[in-house]
């Protein structure tokens, strides 16, 4: 999709978009690793799929892109983030288990969105509104066990060539 299709969309926060396919887990750490190194900073990574769609596959590579233990990085099960100090920080939210928009603000999200780094957000859609409009979504589904479709939508102008790289990286 080229950027006048894209605003023929109609959707004018979308300021670049990339389609490609994950042929398996290690194909989504890779696009994660890439990601780290191609991210603006700060950056607001905004990750949208249903159970096993690969969001914290995604994050560990996102982790080692930052010269972070990937191993680290689970899911959230008690704490709602979790800090990652490497090369680079990685702050992982995941609202799965939040009762309410705003239990995510008492978190100090706004905070976090401003420091250096890159915040990433497992079940992003659940708290859509308290996100920065400046920011990257991916979503990903699952096509096959193995397969994953992952739609990455830069928000912002300062995405735009995270995206564009990218696509070009993950020929699908
Ligand atoms: N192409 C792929 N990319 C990512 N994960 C894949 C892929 N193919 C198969 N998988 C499997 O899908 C699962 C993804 O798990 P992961 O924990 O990353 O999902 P999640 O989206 O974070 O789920 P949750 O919503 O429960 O947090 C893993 O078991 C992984 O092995
Ligand atoms: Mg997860």
Known sequence: MTREDVAAFGDRSIAAEAVIVSHGEDDTRKLGRELARLLPDPAVVALIGTLGSGKTRLVQGLADGCGIDPRAVTSPT???????????????????????????????????????????????????????????????????????????????????????????????
């Open 78 to 172: 008690f704490v709602l983030v979790q800090e990652y100090l490497g090369k680079r920080n990685l702050y992982h939210f995941d609202a799965y288990r939040l009762k309410s928009g705003s239990e995510f603000v008492d978190l100090g999200s706004e905070e976090y969105f401003a420091r250096p780094g890159i915040c990433a957000i497992e079940w992003a859609d659940r708290v859509k509104e308290f996100l920065p409009e400046e920011r990257l979504d991916i979503s990903l589904q699952a096509t096959t066990a193995e397969s994953r479709t992952v739609r990455i939508l830069a928000r912002h102008g300062r995405y735009v060539a995270c995206v564009e790289t990218l696509q070009k990286l993950f020929l699908s």
